[in-house]
């Protein structure tokens, strides 16, 4: 499973060299966060391309990044599109204790966790 796609840029290029290096039947899991995630009320968002939205948090250090799963129907097109499928989602959402120097009080997230499966 991969659980660094939240801090990486141009995650969509990650997303289709996974795609690339897995075989038909294959899968690929990794989760990201959505909305309803606390990390956007801290970071500034500096591009939003409907399917992914980057947030960095420029108070602290420009090089952080946050990525978020924009709108949902249009990142499973995306996924499609490099000959992924999503056969199962699962939503789920925690709470987690300070961690400076980035986040100084508890705060939420909400993330979705995405398997999917290689078709061609």
Do not use: C
Not at 16 to 26: M, N, S, Y
Not at 48 to 67: A, K, L, M, N, S
Not at 86 to 91: F, K, N
Request: aromatic share 10%; proline share 5%; net charge negative.
């Amino acid at each position: 499973m991969l659980d660094a796609l939240t801090h990486l840029r141009e995650v969509e290029l990650v997303l289709r060299e996974l795609a690339r290096v897995t075989e038909p039947g294959g899968y690929v899991v990794f989760n990201m966060p959505i909305e309803g995630d606390d990390a956007a009320e801290v970071g500034r968002l500096t591009h939003d391309h409907g399917v992914i939205e980057e947030y960095r948090y420029d108070e602290f250090d420009d090089e952080v990044v946050y990525t978020f799963v924009g709108d949902e129907d249009d990142f499973e097109t995306l996924l499609e599109s490099y000959g992924l499928e999503i056969v199962a989602t699962d939503e789920y959402e925690w709470r987690d204790p300070p961690h400076p120097p980035y986040r100084m009080q508890e705060h939420d997230h909400a993330n979705v966790l995405v398997y999917a499966r290689k078709t061609t």
